[in-house]
């Protein structure tokens, strides 16, 4: 059905050949990822479990949690309908000592004929503002590409010229960076960049624009009692010329072993998330999605999971939670 829906769009009136590869990129990008913009267009990977796993976004995160830890995330959006998102993730974040951490990321993210791939790796260093506050800076070194797959698409005309041939940004350098401030009670903020330099296809790009995306967090702890923890945030994406994108979420832990919440994208889905402490060593995650957007109309449902492996010091018998990331 998706990919029926591309090919009506896709109908380009040979006449129209100089500007025919913009058009095309900005509602594949627009119609894959559900947004579109007049001069410019997002492809950045969608996920909920961020606060889980801030490493996606921002270097700041590497060596900030009492342990070290893997964590593994596949998302798969708009389940039902051809050529929809998915995603597959895996980060590291490892301490170096009291004040140092190191991260690695590799993630791929398919959506239709649109393929990224992110690979990098994180430095973080960790000093204490005062006796309450902390601030942790990180950088991201790495390598992107974006291909887009032309010939993956079912055509109304198989001959169309345009489409006859995959492009590719390559896999290309890039960098990020990341802030982040804590406060012993649960209290963060954090701002990002996790990448710096914009896709560009040389040649085949045309008028595209690219956009690179700051992410803005904000969270706290919130104690309930002896046993429950609230854990309230916020996540905002902004970038030039490119409406405001920003998500909410409340979760409670219950006894350090279940975590129940809900969150919601504006104008964009609810979603209800789950988690349990397996073991000392393994977390289980689970996010369930109710789009709201137009895509609603062919999907209902978008399902995210993360498994977290943690490597505890040797010195440490128990588990330490760290609420910036529940």
């Known amino acids: 059905m998706f990919y029926n829906y591309i090919q009506i769009k896709l109908r380009v009136d040979q006449k129209r050949q100089s500007w025919g590869r913009l058009a095309l990129t900005y509602l594949l990008l627009g119609c894959l ?6 001069s410019h ?3 950045e990977s969608m996920y909920n479990l961020y606060r889980f796993n801030p490493q996606i976004i921002t270097p700041a995160h590497s060596g900030s949690t009492e342990n070290s830890e ?11 309908v051809e050529g929809a998102p998915k995603t597959i993730a895996a980060t590291a974040n490892i301490k170096w000592g009291e004040k140092k951490g190191l991260g690695f ?4 993210d398919q959506a239709g004929p649109v ?22 800076g990180g950088i991201r070194g790495g390598f992107s590409n974006l291909a887009l797959n032309w010939s993956s698409i079912r055509l109304v005309n198989p001959n169309d010229a345009l489409f006859a041939q995959d492009i590719s940004t390559g896999l290309k350098f890039n960098t990020g960076w990341g802030l982040r401030f804590s406060k012993g009670d649960g209290l963060f903020v954090s701002i990002s960049q996790p990448r710096v330099f914009k ?19 904000m969270g706290t702890k919130i104690k309930m009692g002896n046993n429950i923890n609230l854990f309230p945030s916020t996540l905002l994406r902004v970038a ?3 409406p405001l994108s920003w998500d909410i979420n409340l979760n409670a832990q219950i006894k350090e072993k279940l975590d129940i919440g809900l969150s919601y994208r504006h104008k964009d889905s609810y979603g209800l998330r789950l988690g349990m402490q397996a073991s000392k060593k393994i977390y289980l995650g689970y996010v369930y999605e109710l789009p709201i957007s137009n895509i609603s109309k062919v999907s209902t449902q978008t399902h995210e999971i993360a498994l ?19």
Do not use: C
């Open 33 to 38: 990822l559900s947004w579109s913009f007049t």
């Open 41 to 43: 267009a997002q492809i």
């Open 70 to 80: 893997v964590v593994f995330i596949n998302r798969q959006q708009w389940i039902g």
């Open 105 to 108: 990321l590799a993630m791929v």
């Open 115 to 136: 393929k990224t791939t992110n690979i990098g790796a994180d430095f973080a260093y960790h000093v204490s503002l005062n006796d309450k506050w902390k601030m942790s």
């Open 199 to 217: 896709y560009d296809f040389g040649t085949a790009s045309g008028a595209y624009k690219d956009v690179d995306y700051f992410y803005t967090m």
């Open 240 to 242: 030039a010329d490119v």
């Open 308 to 326: 977290r492996f943690s490597f505890f010091k040797k010195e440490v018998a128990t588990p330490a939670s760290d609420p910036t990331v529940k």
